[in-house]
């Protein structure tokens, strides 16, 4: 079974500039997840997905981040304009049920 | 939010031994923990749990050991081995049990 694939796995653009993440979760989960990662720290929640519906965005910072599941299975995370202090590992990862949650390795952001 | 620590962000043991990785919560309500790996360039791997109900629960080579009166669970991995090495993080729930809160993160360097 393929786990949850994400693209690009880095990506390195000059503040100011939009960028944007790709998730494809694992087959039949409804539920998506994005993470961000700072480095030497656990992830953090941004939103999350209950098929196509943002059921918590609450840590989403709304003015410059955006998301979008638009058919309930794909996902992508955008952020414009980057800033120097977005640089860090944005995760997806999927579930069907909450307990247990299937992580992607990661796009790794750089903003410079 | 719930706080969930670490007391050693690094450790370093010999190949064969065993391993304790420990780690604090805050909310004494939390009925569900987890364990994830995660290795270098890779998105964090469950490892195993424990519900409140359990004092212990082993698994392949791990067990997890929950002390509900000090708010403490430990990792400990048996004859420690060089594919082990990677950040360990345990999470717990929020309150309304939508999300998991990650630790910080304890480095595990294991030394041939």
């Known amino acids: 079974e393929a786990g949850v694939v994400q693209s690009p796995r880095y990506k390195i653009i000059e503040k100011k500039q939009p960028v944007a993440f790709w998730c494809n979760p694992i087959?039949?989960?409804?539920?998506l997840y994005w993470y961000l990662q700072n480095l030497g720290q656990g992830p953090e929640l941004l939103i999350r997905?209950?098929?196509?519906?943002?059921?918590?965005d609450s840590q989403l910072p709304k003015d410059r981040f955006s998301a979008e599941r638009l058919k309930g299975v794909d996902s992508t995370l955008k952020i414009q304009p980057a800033e120097l202090g977005d640089s860090a590992v944005y995760l997806c990862?999927?579930?069907?049920?909450?307990?247990?949650?299937?992580f992607g390795p990661g796009t790794r952001l750089t903003v410079l | 939010g719930e706080s969930v620590g670490l007391h050693l962000p690094t450790l370093s043991v010999q190949e064969g031994d065993n391993s304790i990785i420990n780690c604090a919560y805050s909310?004494?309500?939390?009925?569900?923990f987890i364990w994830y790996k995660q290795e270098s360039g890779k998105g964090p791997q469950f490892i195993i749990d424990?519900?409140?109900?359990?004092d212990k629960r082993q698994g392949q080579r791990v067990t997890v050991l929950l002390n509900k009166t000090v708010k403490h669970l430990s990792l400990q991995i048996a004859a420690t081995q060089p594919g082990d090495s990677a950040v360990y993080f345990c999470?717990?729930?929020?309150?309304?049990?939508?999300?998991?809160?990650f630790g910080t993160g304890t480095s595990l360097t294991v030394i041939p």
């Open positions: 990862a999927s579930s069907l049920d909450p307990d247990t949650q299937y």
């Open positions: 087959s039949g989960h409804n539920t």
């Open positions: 997905y209950e098929n196509e519906e943002a059921v918590d």
């Open positions: 909310n004494s309500a939390s009925d569900y």
């Open positions: 424990i519900r409140s109900n359990m």
């Open positions: 999470a717990e729930p929020s309150n309304t049990g939508n999300q998991f809160y």
